[in-house]
């Protein structure tokens, strides 16, 4: 397969399509394993659960990360990468870079989970810590990228990271032997929820956020971007707190999205046991937070329905505090 859309710096005028999530999927089906699809019951219903949290990285985000910087020109490769994450993102596009030799700075935020922190560094990327809340992250991104003179590689709003994050839809789509008929996307930006939209278009797509940081639920049902208030609430999924949305997410799932799904800490929490128990997978709480809405009956299930285990980057002592809670 050839596919001559990546390759240059982000613009305006490109946008994430079906024929780049395709692209993306046989780019990655090359480097890397599907994840498995996993059979699991919730409220006496057959369903599916897509384990992205056995990723190298331990996020479907490895996906966005190794297609954004592949599709990089030799030019754009020299120059490095900057990414803005609280991990998962970070870790994705630290992997992609080790493995193509590229530098990478990421930008994250001081009390991101330890576990996260020293992967990402591991990995071999340069870590650019700010303070959450006190700083704009998006605003030490961009210094960061004046200063160095290297491409952003933002975490959801993005063309070639929302093709790549679709790419688990193809799989899915191949596991199943058809198209789900709904599938649950833990959502932070969007990233992920739009790329299974263009993957998967005969899907109804359900994003799941946390309460009071539902960007992209309240976004989809004012029609624009919505930012998160001044004091929002405080919540366990650290993976899935950015401020708002991007045009480029919700121009994608306009119109295709069911109405955004919130969940608690409890129903999250709740979530990781059943998930450690029936599973035997370890989810960190933004990864288990599509889970959480199944299981809570907030979004009803059947036989073709598939719920996305997004990570599984938690720090133990967490881990064992949550089992411990139970």
Not at 42 to 62: D, H, M, R, V, Y
Not at 130 to 139: C, F, M, Q, V
Not at 239 to 264: S, W, Y
Request: a negative charge; hydrophobic letters at 45%.
């Amino acid at each position: 397969m050839s596919y001559t859309g990546g390759g240059r710096a982000m613009s305006a005028t490109r946008q994430p399509g079906a024929e780049g999530v395709r692209a993306a999927a046989h780019s990655i089906a090359a480097i890397l394993p599907p994840t498995p699809l996993l059979p699991v019951e919730i409220g006496g219903t057959a369903c599916w659960a897509k384990a992205e949290s056995l990723q190298p990285i331990g996020a479907f985000k490895i996906r966005g990360g190794w297609w954004r910087l592949s599709n990089l020109t030799d030019e754009e490769k020299a120059r490095g990468v900057v990414a803005v994450s609280s991990g998962n993102h970070a870790q994705g596009v630290a992997w992609a870079a080790r493995r193509l030799a590229i530098a990478a700075a990421i930008v994250m935020p001081r009390d991101a989970p330890k576990v996260k922190l020293e992967a990402t560094k591991a990995l071999g990327a340069e870590l650019v810590l700010y303070e959450r809340p006190g700083e704009d992250r998006d605003e030490v991104a961009a210094r960061e990228v004046e200063q160095r003179g290297a491409v952003l590689v933002h975490a959801f709003g993005d063309p070639w990271v929302i093709e790549g994050q679709g790419s688990a839809g193809i799989e899915i789509a191949e596991q199943l032997g058809r198209q789900p008929s709904r599938i649950l996307a833990c959502c932070g930006g969007g990233g992920l929820a739009a790329g299974l939209a263009l993957a998967c278009p005969e899907s109804a797509v359900h994003v799941v956020e946390p309460e009071g940081w539902d960007m992209v639920g309240r976004a989809l049902a004012a029609g624009e971007i919505v930012r998160v208030g001044e004091d929002p609430p405080a919540t366990i999924c650290d993976a899935l707190r950015p401020d708002a949305t991007k045009p480029i997410n919700l121009d994608v799932l306009r119109g295709r999205a069911e109405p955004g799904v919130t969940v608690t800490d409890a129903e999250v929490r709740a979530a990781q046991r059943f998930a450690f128990s029936k599973l035997h997978l370890v989810l960190e709480p933004g990864g288990a937070a599509a889970l959480a809405a199944a299981l809570a009956g907030k979004v009803p299930v059947d036989k073709d329905t598939v719920i996305m285990l997004t990570g599984g980057n938690t720090d133990a002592g967490d881990f064992a505090a949550m089992l411990d809670s139970e």
